[in-house]
Structure formats: structure tokens, C-alpha cells
């Protein structure tokens, strides 16, 4: 008898749990339904988006509804994920659940995606709304468009124009002596001049492109030199010039510099705690809401002791891919569209995120940052991004090194060889 | 003279909880304030209380779906585990065998792996069986994935249980089942009680797991996830992940501190013994 | 006899089987599905990969100072780890074994750590370590806080150690009393009335008595610092200058950063054997010492 019962009890228990699991499963295969694909019977078809904003998010979200109401029967399905999202990008790729639209950095990253990208060459309509400069970011090695571009980004040194100001500096440093002077001025008035973040292997190594470049070679020159051989490290003109600089952030910088995060960097340079930091427009949100009142500026990074190198650095970094094997292509091809070039898009562009559309726009930015980068984009005081044609890796192989070179643990001429053969291998 | 020397011991291990305990009484405070002002005065003491962004980010994450997904998934897998754990642990334990040896290396041995190691390949598995995006994907993963561990302890643990007493059950004709769950089972209770609470703190806060397996499905996105997804390397949105963070804490609270009481009290030498 | 057999094989079945089952799918299975991919070049992306036979394995034996480099810092790191969070448990566990109210709060105070989401975790210490110790260094002037405890790589590793004890002791803190509830309290009145020290009974009646979760805790905290991970992640990534870098990071660097999945997995894979073989070591150490009550 009481075998009966212990036996029915784990009868019980087990469907219970199967009642559960499936409970859950039947309510998420009515998700899944929707989720999964476009063709079923119900007449709603969704479309899956994915990208790493984590700006203007109801501006976007505006735009979704737009796009809605004008396709009736349609969902987007957004998600947005800042963190990882390399990873989840892979891992999604990898599980079959690949999206129908989705962004990724131009270069190295979005070439290992193109072999699932709608080739848009032919699509002249849509192209030609883009600037020229803005589409050579999302081709392949044959030159075919496989992504369209988002806005542009700016990195350089941002400045702290009050601090600046209080230091009695009228012209901007162009030169690394100039920049060097400065620096002493900044000093004197008992302002701390750089908050470089040291931390950060990504800052490190953003910050040493700069010296990878002058103005006879642009960001894809110098790649492709350094891969011909033609150009080695040591042989570049203007990078000894990074360890000057980097004495200086350190010199007059905060105590502990390895344990200045992006986070602290921007926060000191909005607090008027700081004068420079190296950073990049996409930033503006958050200098904006540590202190709206801020008054800041971007300042081309000085290479060398000639003016005309100093360079900021732009490039359309992010790149939206269309899956070419999207169930719903035409649907995926229209939204893509939608959200880079129509009046909505460029609204979320300048408005929600505050940087300059790649798409043609007469529409004002928000964004002072970008804005400000504006200006020396039309005068031609830019040069591209080399971090992103690196080799895959460049970011956590170089930044170690620069830390260990502010730590004093290696030697600049150590730091050369070792980029030397981090490149090579 | 041994009075004097427990006290001191006693003291440190009561005075050094407090080190334990501060750190969430300054996340507490700094849910409370905006983000510049977090950055500048962390140790300080909120400017205002107001309740603001709790309740901002209690609707915008929409908090009531996602703690009735996070308690869905603790519920079930623990309870997954506390039926099938129990189970294998106490049969391999009690045989001797060449297949118990080996079912018992085949679950122990993920204890030794790092995730990172395989979640790709587990991704891509889980997509091949058509559960990616599920949550009963999530759960059946979650169960494998705390699986080893927990049998791992129980397995230990059963020599606690002394064979005698399940020879007498058998003499009395109990059949290997009733031994089973009338017998071991409730003698097991203290290390179940600490496989729950772990188990079931390890699902609630789980962040990784549910998005790589949920991946684009939010509804069934669980609570810890859908606040690890307002950071970036670039971006921190700490005023709703603070508030966040604080409101998702305060169920594990309570539930450990319900829980504990079954892990000390209530079981007591006698019971074994006698 | 047969009928016999088969139905213990049956009933070993039932019990085990499902348990099984589930770590197959959710571990085993696809970890053996690495073992594929470590032939292979793969950027974790595309649909094609380049077989390459044994070229992974040679490379990590003769070109990858840095996995060797993460192998160290594991390794010292759990040592480090396994004895101090043991310790530490098992000392605040003695203490608060006791069904008083007091004890009680005090060991949910223990606990809390080990319940706080790690992205809050990282928030804490960075300004423990910044603000917070800039503020101490000037109350006191004491050195020790004007160390640049994140900005050099042997105070890291420090760090690292301190913020994973005080994260995990509570859950070794519970294990150990989960034990200790289990010793009759009449061997230890007696050991007492025997005139034994307090230190005396501890070593030679509690401590045998607890060899089970002795064993548990060990191979837990072993097992997780091989595969410390979160810590690293959320906190360190590695740094100062890859100071701070565990294997488990490397591996996940290796795969997703670097794009060098099939490299990754068969790093993977030689850590893992090698961890068996600690693991086993250990295992038949402190197995051979439990004392069944």
C-alpha cells in the first residue's frame, strides 16, 4: 500500500513538473511563434532587431511606432544591448536566431559578418543618399557595400574650455610643445591637466592610433604600409611622440593613472576637475548628465611638432547589416533604410543620439561634441580609425603594454617591438 | 580562561559582519541618488529620498513580468533539482559499481569547466533541439547546469546517514523506494536546505545563462539580466540599475534568511542518532 | 538472480538516469563538442573554418606567454583563495553555530555578499579603493591606503583575493554549519567535561566530524577559482598590464575578443585535463581522512 502511494506521489511530483515546464513552453512557443519567423498563420509578421545602442532610446522608440503605424501587421522587435554585445551577437549567430537587422563596428568585426549581409551595391536609390566617405566603412575587400552606415563618430582630446580659459591658454596647442606648454600653464593654475583613463585598454590603444598617423597617410594607408612592411614602428615618424605624451598625462595627471576608468575620466572632465581627457563623442550623454553646464570642446590630438598633424579622428563606426537570408527581406531592407536616412531616422540620429548622420542631412545636430567635430571635419583636419582595420585583438594586446609602459614596468623601446610583433603575428 | 577565549573570537566574527553588511547599506544610500552625484559623494548620504526612480524603474523594466519569470525559473529548477539531485547522489553513493563511478564522473566532471569554455557550443545545441528563445530551454539548462554541484554535496553528505538504518528497513521488508524517500530524504534535510538556498540564489541571480539561452525572447528575460543590459563599456545607467539592483535583492534577503533557520535549527543530533 | 539484477539495474537507472541526462546536455556534451573545433580555425562567425589539425595545441605549448602567464596567476590565486575563504568560514562558522538570535542576524550579515549582483559588487570596491581609501589615507596618513592598490599588479591580485573572500565566505560559512549541526552534542559535552581545550575539541572531534563539508568546501572554492571569471570580468578585465588575468578570462578573450575560437577551445581543453588531475588528487586526499559518525 504504501509502496502505491510513495509511487503515485512520484508520479505526481513528475507531471507537475512537466505541467510546469510546459505551462511555460506552451506560453513561449506562443512566443517563439511570434518570434520566430515571419510565414504563419497568424497575419502579424515580426521583424528582429538587435543593436548596442544605448542612446537615444525613446527617440528610437518613436521611430518603431512610426514605422508601424505605417505597416500595419508589422512588429519590430528591438533589443538593445550595450554590454557584451559582441558576444551575444556571436552567440545568436551561432544558435540559428540570426537577426534581421543588426549593427556592428566597421572593419575587422563587421567583415567576419558579411558573409550573411545583403550586398546593397546595386541598390543606387539608397546609396546615393549617403556620403561617399560614409559608405567606404561598410565594404567588403571587393569593394561591395554589404553595410550601410550610421553617424559619425569623433574621437579625440576633449577639452575643458573654462579650465583652459582659467589657465590663461588663448590658442589652442597644435604642436607637442605647445601642448607640453599647456600643460605647465595648467599646472600652475593648480589644474589637473589630463584625467587619461588608464585603466581602460581601449582608451590606450585608441589613443596610440594617433601616433600611428600623419597627414601624408590616412588610417587605411598606414595599415596597409605596416602590412606591406614598408612601414614598422620604428619607423613611423610621430610615434616616439606617444611616450612624450604619455609622460605628460601622467606628469600632470592624477596620482594613480591605472586606476582612472572611463567612467572617473569623464566625470573629472565634467566636474572642471580636469582639462583633457581622450575620448569620443558617444560620451556626450553621459559628460551631459554629469553636468549639463559643462563647456566642452574637442582638440585634434598633436602628434609631432608640425600643425598639420594634428588630427581628430572620425569614422562612420557603426554599420547596419541586413540578413540576406531574413525571411522577410524586403521588409528588413525598407526598415534599415528607414532608420538611417528617413526625416525619423535622422531625427533619432541628431536629435535622440546627438551625432552626425553618414546619411546627406541638413538637420541640426544636438549634440555639442559633434558639433563642435563638424567644423574640423569640414576643414579636413581628420583621419580615420585604425583600431577597428586592426588585427582582431588590437585593444587588449596594446593596452597592457601602455600600461606597463606608465607603470614603468617596459621601456618605450620594449612597447615598439612588442606592437612590432603583435602586428606581425 | 576558556570563557576569555571564545569571547574574543566571538567579537572579531561579530564586529567584522559589519564589513560584510556596509557595502549593501551604500548601495542602499546611493540608489537614492542621481548619477553625477553618486560619482562625487559616494560615501555620503542621499540630498533627497524620494522614491522616484524606484518607481520609474519598477514600470519601465516592467518588474512585475520579470520577477514572475525570475520566480518561475527559481521555482521549477529548484524543485528539478530537488527531486533528481537527492535521487542519483544517494544511489551513487550507496553502489559500488564501475557504471555508478562513471555516472558519477560524468557529473561531477563539469564542475571543473568554465563556462566560457563551452556556452557557444551549448548555445548551438540548445538551438539544434529547437529550445533557444524558450524558457523551458532556460529552466531544462538551468537544471544541468547546477546539477553537479548539487550532487556533489548530497553525494558527501549521505554518509551521514547511517547504512544501519536502512538495513533495519529492509529487514523490516521496506522496499527500496519507501527507504528512499521516507527514510534518507528527510535525514538529508540540512544539506538540501543549503542546495536550495544556493541553487536557488544562484537562479535568481543569474545573468549570463538567461541571455545567451533566451537571447532575443525579452519576455522571458529574468530580472538580473534586463539590468546587466543598461551597461556597456561605455555607458552606466546606475540611477534605474541602482533602485534595480536593491529591489531585486530583497526577495533573496528574506528567503535566506527564512531558509537558514532550517539549516541550524530544526535538525538536531538527536534525530540521527535516535 | 537475473530477475534480480535487472530490476536493480532498473531502479539504479531511475534514480541516476535523469541526473545524467541533464548534465550531458547542459555540459558534457557540448564541452565535448569543443573538442571538434580545436581542429579548426574558427572566428566564432562564420559558416566555414579552416581545419588545422594540431596547429591550436602546438601554438598554446610554444607561442602563448599569456595563457601560461593566466595558468600562474590561477593557480596562485587558488591556493591563496582555498585557504584563507576555508578558514575564515570555518572560524566565523564555530562562532555562529549556536540557535541564538544573535547569531542568526549576524550569519544573514555574512551572507549578503554572496547575494548582491555582481555589477553592484564592482561599483562597491571601485570606490572602496578610490574615493574611499583616499578618504581613509587622509584621516590617518597611514601608507597602506595611498598604495595604488588597483594600479599595480601584485596589490591587485591582493584585491582580487580580499573581494572573492568577502563575496563567498558566507556560502562556506553555511556549508560548515550545516555540518557542524550534525555532531552529536554529547561528544562534544563530554570532551569538555574530559577537560579538553576549546582547541582541542575543535582539531581532534569537530573537525573529523566535518571531513564531508571539509570536502565540499574544498573542492568548491577549488573549483571556483580555476574558474574565476565574474570577478575579472566586471572588475579587473585582466589588468594592470594582464597582471590580473585568470585562465577562464583568457579563454573568453581568446574566443570572443581575439576571434580564435578553435585556439580557445583547445585551451580550454588543456586546462581542463589539468584540473582533473589536481581535482582527483585532492579528492582522494581529503576523501581518505572522513570519518563516518
Redesign the interface.
Same mark, same amino acid.
Given at each position: 500500500m504504501?509502496?502505491k502511494v510513495?509511487?503515485v506521489?512520484?508520479c505526481v !511530483?513528475?507531471v507537475g513538473?512537466m505541467l510546469?515546464?510546459?505551462g511555460?513552453?506552451s /506560453? +513561449?512557443?506562443g512566443?517563439?511563434a511570434k518570434?520566430?519567423s515571419g510565414n504563419e498563420s497568424k497575419e502579424e509578421v515580426v521583424l528582429?532587431v538587435?543593436d548596442?545602442h544605448? &542612446?537615444g532610446l525613446e527617440q528610437y522608440e518613436e521611430m518603431v511606432q512610426q514605422f508601424e503605424e505605417e505597416h500595419s501587421g508589422v512588429k519590430i522587435?528591438v533589443?538593445?544591448?550595450? =554590454?557584451? &554585445?559582441?558576444?551575444?551577437l556571436?552567440?545568436?549567430? @551561432? +544558435?540559428?536566431?540570426i537577426?534581421d537587422v543588426f549593427d556592428v563596428e566597421a572593419g575587422?568585426k563587421a567583415q +567576419? &559578418?558579411y558573409?550573411y549581409a545583403y550586398n546593397w551595391t546595386d541598390d543606387k536609390e539608397n546609396t546615393d543618399s549617403f556620403h561617399e566617405d560614409a559608405l567606404a566603412g561598410g565594404t567588403d575587400a571587393e569593394g561591395k557595400i554589404m553595410s550601410l552606415p550610421w553617424t559619425y563618430e569623433n574621437m579625440g582630446i576633449i577639452y575643458n574650455k573654462d579650465l583652459f580659459a582659467e589657465a590663461g591658454i588663448t590658442e589652442l596647442p597644435q604642436t607637442m610643445d605647445e601642448l607640453e606648454a599647456a600643460c605647465e600653464k595648467l599646472d600652475a593654475a593648480g589644474i589637473t591637466a589630463f584625467a587619461l583613463a /588608464?585603466?581602460e =585598454?581601449?582608451v590606450l590603444s585608441q589613443l596610440v592610433t594617433h601616433f600611428m598617423m600623419d597627414k601624408s597617410l590616412d588610417a587605411k594607408g598606414v595599415v596597409d604600409k605596416i602590412g606591406s612592411g614598408e612601414l614598422t614602428f620604428d619607423n613611423m615618424p610621430n610615434f616616439k611622440n606617444v611616450f612624450r605624451f604619455l609622460d605628460l598625462a601622467v606628469k600632470y595627471g592624477p596620482?594613480?593613472?591605472?586606476?582612472v576608468?572611463?567612467?572617473?575620466s569623464e @566625470?573629472m572632465l565634467? =566636474?572642471n576637475e580636469a582639462a583633457m581627457i581622450h575620448m569620443g563623442d558617444?560620451?556626450q550623454? !553621459?559628460l551631459d548628465?554629469? =553636468?549639463p553646464d559643462a563647456n566642452l570642446g574637442f582638440l585634434p590630438c598633436p602628434v609631432s611638432d608640425k600643425k598639420e598633424d594634428t588630427t581628430l579622428l572620425s569614422s562612420c563606426n557603426w554599420t547596419y547589416i541586413v540578413n540576406k537570408d531574413s525571411e522577410n527581406l524586403e521588409l528588413a531592407k525598407e526598415y534599415c533604410e528607414f532608420i538611417l536616412t528617413s526625416d525619423m531616422g535622422q531625427y533619432w540620429m541628431c536629435d535622440g543620439v546627438g551625432a552626425v548622420p553618414a546619411v546627406k542631412s541638413d538637420k541640426e545636430v544636438q549634440g555639442k561634441l559633434a558639433n563642435d567635430a563638424k567644423n574640423y571635419v569640414a576643414e579636413g583636419k581628420t583621419n580615420g580609425w585604425i583600431h577597428t582595420i586592426a588585427p !582582431? /585583438?588590437y585593444?587588449?594586446a596594446v593596452?597592457?603594454?601602455i600600461? /606597463?609602459y606608465i607603470?614603468g614596468?617596459l621601456t618605450a623601446e620594449e612597447v615598439t617591438a612588442q606592437m612590432q610583433a603583435f602586428w606581425e603575428s | 580562561m576558556k570563557r576569555r577565549k571564545i569571547s574574543i573570537t566571538n567579537v572579531l566574527v561579530f564586529v567584522a559582519s559589519v564589513l560584510w553588511l556596509l557595502p549593501l547599506l551604500i548601495i542602499f544610500l546611493n540608489s537614492f541618488k542621481p548619477y553625477n552625484d553618486m560619482m562625487q559623494h559616494f560615501l555620503a548620504l542621499p540630498k533627497s529620498w524620494n522614491l522616484d526612480m524606484y518607481f520609474e524603474t519598477w514600470s519601465k523594466f516592467n518588474f512585475p513580468t520579470l520577477i514572475m519569470n525570475t520566480l518561475l525559473y527559481t521555482v521549477v529548477s529548484v524543485i528539478g533539482i530537488m527531486i533528481l539531485a537527492p535521487m542519483a547522489a544517494y544511489k551513487l553513493a550507496r553502489t559500488k559499481s564501475k557504471l555508478s563511478t562513471l555516472c558519477f564522473v560524468v557529473i561531477i566532471m563539469p564542475m571543473m569547466v568554465p563556462f566560457q569554455s563551452y556556452m557557444i557550443t551549448l548555445t548551438r545545441l540548445v538551438s539544434k533541439v529547437g529550445l533557444i528563445g524558450t524558457k523551458t530551454g532556460y529552466i531544462l539548462v538551468t537544471i544541468g547546469l547546477l546539477m553537479p554541484l548539487a550532487v556533489y554535496m548530497i553525494h558527501g553528505f549521505v554518509k551521514n546517514v547511517p547504512i544501519e538504518l536502512e538495513e533495519c528497513a529492509k529487514i523490516d521488508g521496506a522496499g527500496k523506494l519507501r527507504i528512499y524517500f521516507l527514510i534518507v530524504f528527510p535525514l538529508l534535510k540540512p544539506i538540501l536546505t543549503t542546495v536550495i538556498v544556493l541553487d536557488a540564489l544562484a537562479t535568481w541571480n543569474d545573468i549570463i545563462t538567461n541571455q545567451l539561452i533566451v537571447g532575443s525572447n525579452a519576455a522571458a528575460m529574468n530580472l538580473q539580466n534586463a539590468l546587466y543590459m543598461q551597461f556597456s563599456a561605455q555607458t552606466s545607467d546606475w540611477e534605474h540599475a541602482l533602485p534595480g539592483i536593491v529591489m531585486s535583492m530583497i526577495p533573496s534577503l528574506i528567503f535566506f534568511i527564512v531558509m537558514q533557520k532550517n539549516i541550524v535549527g530544526g535538525v538536531t543530533a538527536g534525530a540521527i542518532k535516535g | 538472480m537475473k530477475r534480480k539484477k535487472l530490476k536493480d539495474f532498473l531502479i539504479f537507472a531511475m534514480f541516476v538516469f535523469p541526473a545524467v541526462a541533464f548534465v550531458l546536455f547542459a555540459t558534457d556534451i557540448p564541452f565535448f563538442m569543443n573538442l571538434y573545433y580545436s581542429f579548426f580555425n574558427w572566428n566564432g562567425v562564420s559558416r566555414d573554418m579552416a581545419f588545422v589539425g594540431f596547429d591550436n595545441f602546438i601554438k598554446i605549448f610554444s607561442n602563448d606567454g599569456l595563457f601560461w602567464k593566466s595558468v600562474q596567476f590561477t593557480l596562485k590565486y587558488a591556493v591563496f583563495y582555498v585557504v584563507i575563504v576555508n578558514a575564515i568560514a570555518f572560524v566565523i562558522a564555530l562562532v555562529l553555530s549556536k540557535e541564538k538570535k544573535s547569531s542568526s542576524v549576524v550569519r544573514a550579515f555574512y551572507y549578503v555578499p554572496y547575494i548582491i549582483s555582481l555589477t553592484a559588487i564592482g561599483l562597491i570596491w571601485k570606490f572602496i579603493l578610490g574615493p574611499g581609501f583616499g578618504a581613509l589615507y587622509d584621516m590617518t596618513g597611514w601608507e597602506f591606503f595611498d598604495w595604488s592598490w588597483l594600479g599595480t599588479g601584485k596589490l591587485a591580485f591582493i584585491v582580487v583575493v580580499v573581494m572573492t573572500v568577502w563575496q563567498n565566505v558566507g556560502f562556506y560559512m553555511v556549508n560548515y554549519i550545516a555540518g557542524i549541526v550534525t555532531i552529536p552534542k554529547e561528544l562534544l559535552e563530554a570532551a569538555q567535561i574530559d577537560g579538553a581545550t576549546r582547541f582541542q575539541t575543535v582539531w581532534k572531534i569537530t573537525v573529523p566530524l566535518i571531513m564531508p563539508s571539509i570536502s565540499i568546501c574544498m573542492l568548491t572554492a577549488l573549483t571556483f577559482a580555476f574558474k574565476l571569471f565574474d570577478v575579472i570580468m566586471v572588475f579587473t578585465k585582466g589588468g594592470p598590464a594582464n597582471a590580473t588575468m585568470s585562465v577562464a578570462y583568457n579563454i573568453y578573450q581568446e574566443a570572443f575578443v581575439n576571434g580564435k575560437y578553435g585556439l580557445a577551445t583547445a585551451k580550454s581543453l588543456v586546462f581542463v585535463a589539468f584540473v582533473l588531475v589536481v581535482t582527483v588528487i585532492q579528492l582522494r586526499v581529503t576523501k581518505g581522512k572522513e570519518v563516518e559518525a
Open positions: 504504501k509502496r510513495v509511487a506521489l512520484m !511530483t513528475m513538473m510546469a515546464g510546459c511555460s513552453s /506560453g +513561449s512557443t512566443e517563439d518570434s520566430d528582429k538587435f548596442a544605448a &542612446y522587435e533589443q538593445h544591448a550595450p =554590454n557584451d &554585445y559582441d558576444t551575444l556571436q552567440a545568436r549567430v @551561432n +544558435s540559428g536566431d537577426p575587422t +567576419s &559578418y558573409e /588608464g585603466k =585598454n581601449w596620482a594613480k593613472p591605472l586606476e576608468d572611463w567612467e572617473i @566625470n565634467a =566636474n558617444w560620451c550623454s !553621459t548628465s554629469f =553636468n !582582431t /585583438g585593444g587588449d593596452g597592457p603594454m600600461q /606597463g607603470s614596468d | - | -
